[in-house]
């Protein structure tokens, strides 16, 4: 069974950084894509960046694209988010999500199979 777990959130002040990571157990993980996706009260769930695992091919979308990185380490099985210059619209729950069999279009992270709980990311201006 695949399991997803995210680390990282907390408080932070507007222009500072934090680097979520999600652990991801139970599968092999080199043909999957990852993806982090965000939930803002009152919002839809929405992508922030996806990776594919073979080859780290990355996608962001435009409101993290250039402050947000996003990254694997294939020994440890984990994938980070690292934000920089964060704004109080970063404020979020942030949620880790695999996708087992990656499309054509896998960035858009539409079939992503297993997801994380999320952790809170809470930005103050």
């Known amino acids: 069974q695949v399991q997803l777990v995210e680390a990282g959130g907390g408080l932070m002040q507007a222009g500072g950084s934090l680097r979520l990571s999600c652990a991801a157990s139970?599968?092999?993980?080199?043909?999957?894509?990852m993806g982090w996706f965000r939930q803002a009260p009152g919002k839809e769930r929405e992508l922030v960046a996806s990776?594919?695992?073979?080859?780290?091919?990355?996608y962001y979308t435009d409101p993290v694209k250039g402050r947000f990185t996003i990254t694997r380490d294939n020994a440890k099985n984990t994938v980070y988010l690292q934000m920089n210059s964060l704004k109080p619209e970063d404020t979020a729950v942030y949620y880790c999500?695999?996708?087992?069999?990656?499309?054509?279009?896998?960035?858009?992270?539409?079939?992503?199979?297993?997801w994380g709980k999320g952790t809170l990311v809470t930005i103050s201006s």
């Open positions: 999500a695999a996708d087992q069999t990656p499309g054509s279009r896998w960035f858009y992270g539409y079939g992503m199979d297993y």
């Open positions: 139970g599968g092999t993980f080199s043909s999957y894509a």
């Open positions: 990776i594919r695992w073979s080859d780290g091919s990355t």
